[in-house]
Structures are given as structure tokens and as C-alpha cells.
């Protein structure tokens, strides 16, 4: 395997490693908790708790980089999370899971920015697609794979080995990450931007808590409204304080870059809609069908199919296909895959079924790398490091965003119509729908991309 293949394959597998232990828990609440002798509502905590983390501290992963190198920030992040997963396999009480799942959210809101900057640092341009459809492949597969991985670990082995199989994936990477990630340069130390750090953290967890609380009868849609004002006031705040500091805690000098802006803006939204889905489908089939777990789980693959088949071809269309064109074929297909989902019924043949969402993770992953890769394709490498902390941010943002958004529509959309809180068959069609119509709007800023985007790459 030549090195170029090597470094973006070993930085992809920690990120699904990570990606996957924010899925896989789910499915596996109700026995952590009947251990520890609660109930699984009681740990949606230990949920939250990791994606808190995650989001607050990746605005700081690149100042951390810069400070102690980042061949030696991703190693000991790799470690740290392997550490928490022995504790939290090894925890006895909800609050010792807890605090272990805080710990790995530390490790994670590392490794996963760190990881992608040393791919991004050390790739030509050349190069680019194929390292960011690597890069891809695990937010493609871990939302797909963890409910059922789990739900399967679960009922053959135990809950402990959710986080015990981190502990091999971790060993066998380290010797991996000294060989093959070249030397980390220590950069000039500049001062640590405190009032932005925490300006963003504010505003990025009270957005998502906002949007999750629409909905909910336990919270008051007015505190709902005022935190999502409270999270936009913080967030207008931190991007004054990124145009105005000197040195800020992130440049926002790569929004210059037209691919940049319109892969984060358009992007972001479309990669939100996309998200929604694996968390839609297994609920559609479940609560609306009434399928068990296993058969939700099997018809889902349909979806890791299409992921899975698009791969080979990804590099060549984006490669021989303008961006553009790519963006807007693939854009369209996936919104009429939406639509599909939209019109499913409990009679709609499985075999139907699996077909759409074959042509559904087809589309979505082609979208997904062109996307990522548009973001990075005409940056220049100086700003590589605060582009990169912004896309991470927006990943993390637009994956959360997505779920909630999806969430609260279902939930209101049931209330709506004195469902009391009980999600029909056509309360799911029409979550679809109003998804497929923010995807809509999204692909503007698709049309506004150069023809002549990615000519570097090519």
C-alpha cells in the first residue's frame, strides 16, 4: 500500500472507530441500565454527555494542534479515548459511566479534526479525492452500522464489549499513527482565544438543546425560543469576535474561498437532511411498521449497500463530472429517494423497499465525498487548519442539527393532531416530505458553484 493510501485510510478508521460509538450505544440503554438498576431514560444522559463534549471542544482541537504538534495530539487522543472505553465498560454506577463517557467525548473531539487536518496537511491536491472519500466512508457507514451492531453485541455477548472492541482498534492503530503520520510541527504558540472558545461552545449547544427541546411537553416552547435566541445572539458574537481579534481562536479567513462558503452553507443544510434519514427510517419501520429490530436492521443495509457500491466510482465522476453537475445529479436523486421514503407504507414489499435505499445510500455517499471535497478543494494550505476546525464544527452541527430537526417535526407534526405524543404512519410521511423540501432549497447554493471548481484537483 503506498504511504499517500496508507495515512487517510489509518486517519479513517479512528473516525469510524468514534463515529461509531455515538451510534452504537442506543440500542444497547435498556441493558446498561437495568446493570446499573435504572432505566434507559436515565441514561440519555450519558448520550448527551459525549455529544456535548464533542461539540465544545473541537473549536479548540486546532489551537491544541498548533501548541503540542498534532502527530502527538492525535496519538494521545487515540489513547485517551481507548482509556475511557475500558472505564466505561468497567464503570458501576451511572455517574462513573457517565464521567467516562465525558472522557471519551475528549478523545474524540480530538481525534476526529486532528485526524482529518494531518490528511488534509499532507495531501497534495492531486491527491484530494480519493483522501476525502476515505475520510467519508465512516459518517456513510457508522449511523448505519451502530443500531444493529449493538442491538447484536447486546443479545449474543454484553454490553461491556460495545466499548471493549475499541480497545484492539486502539492498540493496533498507535504503532500505526508513529510510523506512518509524518512528524508534527510545533507552530508558533499564539494566545488562546477564551472568550471565543467558550462564545462558540454556548452557541453551538444551546442551538442543538433548543431545536431537541421543540416538542417536548416537559419544557415550555418559550424556554425553547429563548435559548435558540440566546444561541444565535452567541454565535453572532463569536463571528464578530473572529472578524475583529487579532488572533482568534478560529480564522474565519477560509469563508473567503467561494467552494468553501457555499460547501459550508448549502452543504451543511443538505448534509442535515441527510443525516435525518438513519435516524427516520429505523423509527418509520419499527413504530409505523411494527417490524422488530432485526428485520428494521436488514432492510438499513439497503442503505450501506449503496454507500458501499458508489465508493469505486466516486474518485472517477469527480474527477471526469464538474463538481457542479455532480452536486446537482446526485442532489436530485437523493431528494426524490426522500420522496420515495415519503410515499412507504406497511404494505410496500421489502424488496421495494431495499431498491430505494440501495439507490438512496448511492446517492447520499456520492453527495457526502463531493461536498467534503468541494469545502477543501480550492483552500489554500496556510488556512487548511482553520477550515478544517470550521468543517468539523459544521459536520458535528449538521449531523445533530439534522436528528433534532427531524425529531421535533415528528413530535410537533403528532401533537399537531392530538396524537399525544404516539408518531403514526403519516406523521413519518410527512417529516419526510418537509426534509426533502429543506434539501430543496439547500441545492441554491449548489448553482452557485464555478464551473471551473476543483480544476486543482484534477
Not at 38 to 65: K, Q
Not at 319 to 330: E, G
Not at 421 to 444: K, N, R, Y
Amino acid at each position: 500500500m503506498k504511504l499517500s493510501a496508507a495515512l487517510p485510510l489509518l486517519v479513517a478508521s479512528t473516525l469510524f472507530m468514534e463515529q461509531l460509538d455515538g451510534t452504537i450505544l442506543v440500542t444497547a440503554l435498556p441493558n446498561i441500565a437495568s446493570s446499573f438498576g435504572g432505566t434507559a431514560a436515565g441514561l440519555d444522559l450519558s448520550v448527551s454527555a459525549y455529544l456535548v463534549t464533542l461539540s465544545f471542544m473541537i473549536p479548540a482541537s486546532g489551537w491544541i494542534a498548533d501548541r503540542l504538534g498534532a502527530k502527538r495530539v492525535y496519538g494521545s487522543a487515540i489513547a485517551v479515548f481507548v482509556l475511557a472505553s475500558i472505564l466505561c465498560g468497567a464503570s458501576q454506577t451511572v455517574w462513573q459511566f457517565v464521567g467516562a463517557r465525558i472522557l471519551q467525548g475528549f478523545g474524540g473531539a480530538m481525534m476526529v479534526p486532528v485526524g482529518r487536518l494531518i490528511v488534509l496537511r499532507e495531501t497534495e491536491k492531486k491527491d484530494l479525492i480519493r483522501s476525502i472519500a476515505y475520510l467519508t466512508w465512516p459518517a456513510l457507514s457508522a449511523p448505519l452500522l451502530g443500531p444493529p451492531l449493538g442491538g447484536f453485541i447486546t443479545t449474543y455477548a454484553s454490553w461491556h464489549w460495545i466499548f471493549y472492541i475499541n480497545v484492539p482498534l486502539g492498540i493496533v492503530a498507535l504503532p500505526f499513527v508513529w510510523k506512518i503520520v509524518p512528524g508534527g510541527q510545533v507552530r508558533e504558540p499564539r494566545k488562546f482565544d477564551a472568550a471565543g472558545f467558550f462564545l462558540t461552545g454556548a452557541a453551538i449547544l444551546s442551538l442543538l438543546f433548543s431545536i431537541e427541546f421543540l416538542g417536548r411537553t416537559v419544557v415550555p416552547i418559550v424556554a425553547a425560543i429563548v435559548l435558540f435566541i440566546f444561541g444565535l445572539a452567541c454565535g453572532a458574537a463569536a463571528v464578530r469576535r473572529g472578524l475583529n481579534t487579532r488572533e482568534p481562536l478560529i480564522s474565519l479567513v477560509a469563508f473567503r474561498t467561494v467552494t468553501f462558503r457555499l460547501a459550508m452553507r448549502g452543504g451543511g443544510v443538505f448534509r442535515g437532511c441527510l443525516a435525518a434519514l438513519p435516524f427516520l427510517l429505523p423509527l418509520l419501520f419499527q413504530v409505523g411498521f411494527g417490524l422488530d429490530p432485526v428485520t428494521s436492521g436488514t432492510l438499513l443495509l439497503g442503505v450501506f449497500a449503496g454507500n458501499l457500491g458508489m465508493k469505486p466510482a466516486t474518485s472517477w465522476i469527480l474527477r471526469h463530472v464538474r463538481f457542479r453537475r455532480t452536486m446537482l445529479v446526485s442532489g436530485c436523486i437523493a431528494i426524490a429517494t426522500m420522496l420515495g421514503c415519503a410515499m412507504l407504507t406497511a404494505q410496500t414489499p421489502h424488496v421495494l423497499i431495499i431498491a430505494l435505499l440501495v439507490i438512496s445510500g448511492l446517492a447520499r455517499s456520492m453527495q457526502f465525498t463531493t461536498i467534503s471535497t468541494l469545502a477543501f478543494s480550492d483552500v489554500p494550505k496556510p488556512v487548511m487548519g482553520s477550515a478544517n476546525t470550521l468543517f468539523s464544527m459544521q459536520q458535528q452541527a449538521a449531523n445533530a442539527c439534522g436528528v433534532a430537526v427531524a425529531g421535533a417535526l415528528l413530535r410537533l407534526i403528532s401533537l399537531s393532531h392530538g396524537g399525544g405524543g404516539v408518531q403514526t404512519v403519516e406523521d413519518f410521511q410527512f417529516t419526510f416530505l418537509i426534509v426533502a423540501i429543506f434539501a430543496a432549497f439547500s441545492m441554491i447554493d449548489f448553482y452557485r458553484v464555478p464551473l471551473n471548481a476543483g480544476e486543482a484537483l484534477r
